[in-house]
């Protein structure tokens, strides 16, 4: 999208705006000379599309009517930037959850993103709920974090041929002649940016390995800060930065239009603007095109407070040499060099993130023994996104509470799945051992119970016995054993996944095993040895009592 400066006769149909712009202007037209000579200098804003979300990742339909409704803030904010030459990082997650309500998606969140479509601004997209982007990679993550899976949030109930007076999106809704489709996670975040791979961290915030994981992500470019370089090139927008291209926001400036963007009153907004022009034309060096060039970044933090915006951009576009651009103008500028200083996220923030990272890989490993592991890794997934995003560092110790309320879920779903409570068993000589498994999850869990017995009195016939469990229930399993002998048996108990991941931890139980076959073998052998024992005896008598007789008694009895 090519962009002209306003004519100079343009101002005067700018009305009281432009009267108010011009008793400033006046004023610093003296002391801004000496700073740098008249020139021109192209500049270019960057604004941040989001809004805060919630703990699940996605807006609710209630949320988003209030956000796309006449005066709501991303209304406000639309109504700000269309039109006009700022490039628009847009948070996939407002596109995802309108999409996600299907036929029951506010008329006026349908309308918004029509709008948003029929734009010419320049548009990237930003991180999912514009998550803290090299947080997650300088904790560990490979790569930069994004959503796995949309299934678990896609209820089938909301797709239905939607009504032809309403504005549906074509992305997930058919023609009115076909059956309804449901959406799939990629078309969810389907969008026609105009310049794809943009990556813009959270001011100062990048190292060099951040940009080589970057770089090997294939990301054209990245947005920095100019705190987070050092020997910038004045004047210049555009630069490279160990191989690779990068924009650079002006950090002074950027806070100057954040301070104007925040003025309460006409009057404050007059000295706020007169101050950030005065520090646009005082801007020194020259770019290949022979003009300065500098970005303007609307800060995350600055997105409630856009009334401001629309007049403040209509205002630049008409202070004298001042000429606005876009993100694709200063990308076409040739580029200078510049070497990144080292920025590195808070060590307490990388090893909370770990935390996180760690929870989530044994929430994957856990999910293996769900019919669908889509359903809970998906999930898992857009919830760290959102505990990453901006809004929850607002105010001290709130990041850190969302932090521990992640990990507190993540050992919640893992203890979904487990064995019942059960007191000690009696197991006669041959049958089942019954062993309880509880399932609170909303979807079927297949678990392969192991039992191990301590002691050779007890053998378990099937290693790994299988067992299916409906949702949110709770069902017996009979595995198969054979008693040796008589006496208690510790059994260590525990289940397993098809992958063989382990769920929860082992747990002990005690059996009285009462082997049937030992009683009649051992009073068998008690009877057998009692009677030759007794036959011992009695012969023995009898042959005491022969020696006793007398000859004469023995000589008559012959």
Do not use: C
Not at 364 to 390: H, K
Request: zero cysteines; glycine letters at 8%; hydrophobic letters at 45%.
């Amino acid at each position: 999208m090519s962009l002209r400066p306003r004519r100079l006769a343009f101002v005067a149909g700018l009305g009281m705006v432009a009267a108010l712009i011009a008793a400033p202007l006046t004023a610093i037209a003296a002391p801004a000379a000496p700073l740098a000579p008249a020139s021109t200098v192209n500049v270019a804003v960057v604004v941040p599309l989001s809004v805060p979300g919630g703990r699940e990742g996605y807006l609710d339909a209630v949320t988003l009517e209030g956000y796309t409704e006449a005066g709501g803030l991303l209304a406000r904010e639309l109504d700000a930037l269309i039109g006009s030459p700022v490039a628009i990082g847009i948070d996939p997650m407002i596109l995802a959850s309108i999409r996600l309500l299907g036929s029951s998606a506010p008329d006026s969140a349908l309308a918004w993103l029509e709008r948003l479509r029929a734009a010419e601004n320049d548009t990237f997209a930003l991180t999912y709920g514009d998550s803290d982007l090299t947080l997650g990679l300088q904790a560990g993550s490979a790569t930069v974090l994004a959503p796995t899976s949309f299934a678990y949030a896609i209820d089938s109930s909301l797709f239905t041929v939607p009504d032809p007076a309403s504005t549906p999106d074509p992305a997930v809704t058919p023609a009115p002649d076909e059956p309804p489709l449901l959406p799939t996670s990629a078309n969810l975040l389907d969008w026609a940016y105009t310049l794809e791979s943009i990556a813009w961290p959270q001011p100062s915030t990048t190292t060099t390995a951040d940009l080589e994981k970057l770089g090997a992500a294939e990301y054209g470019a990245t947005i920095l800060n100019s705190g987070n370089l050092k020997r910038t090139p004045a004047g210049a927008a555009h630069v490279t930065v160990g191989g690779g291209s990068a924009i650079v926001t002006d950090d002074a400036l950027s806070a100057l239009l954040g301070a104007t963007l925040r003025a309460q009153s006409a009057t404050e907004w007059q000295d706020a603007f007169a101050t950030l022009s005065t520090g646009l034309q005082s801007v020194q060096g020259r770019g290949a095109s022979g003009r300065a060039s500098v970005v303007l970044a609307v800060g995350r933090a600055e997105f409630d407070t856009t009334s401001r915006l629309r007049s403040t951009i209509t205002a630049l576009e008409n202070v004298p040499s001042v000429v606005p651009t876009t993100l694709t103008g200063i990308l076409g500028e040739a580029p200078a060099a510049a070497t990144l200083a080292e920025k590195p996220q808070p060590e307490v923030r990388t090893e909370l993130t770990a935390s996180m990272l760690a929870a989530e890989k044994k929430d994957t490993a856990f999910s293996t023994v769900a019919e669908n592991p889509a359903l809970i890794t998906g999930d898992r997934r857009l919830r760290m996104l959102a505990t990453l995003a901006p809004q929850w560092n607002r105010y001290p110790g709130g990041w850190g509470n969302e932090v521990a309320r992640y990990l507190e879920g993540s050992e919640r779903l893992r203890a979904s799945v487990r064995l019942s409570d059960s007191s000690d068993l009696i197991f006669g000589d041959r049958g089942s051992l019954p062993i309880y498994v509880t399932n609170d999850l909303t979807q079927p869990v297949t678990v392969y119970i192991v039992v191990d017995p301590l002691t050779p009195l007890l053998t378990v016939e099937d290693s790994r016995f299988e067992l299916m469990i409906e949702p949110g229930s709770n069902r017996r399993a009979a595995v198969p054993a054979v008693a040796r002998s008589n006496g208690l048996v510790n059994l260590e108990i525990s289940l397993h996944t098809a992958t063989g991941n382990a769920i929860g931890t082992t747990s002990t139980v005690t059996t009285n095993v009462q082997a049937g076959w030992e009683t009649p073998i051992i009073g068998a052998l008690a009877l057998l040895v009692f009677g030759t024992f007794g036959f011992g005896i009695f012969r023995t008598i009898k042959r005491r009592r022969q020696q006793r007789l007398p000859v004469t008694d023995v000589a008559d009895a012959s």
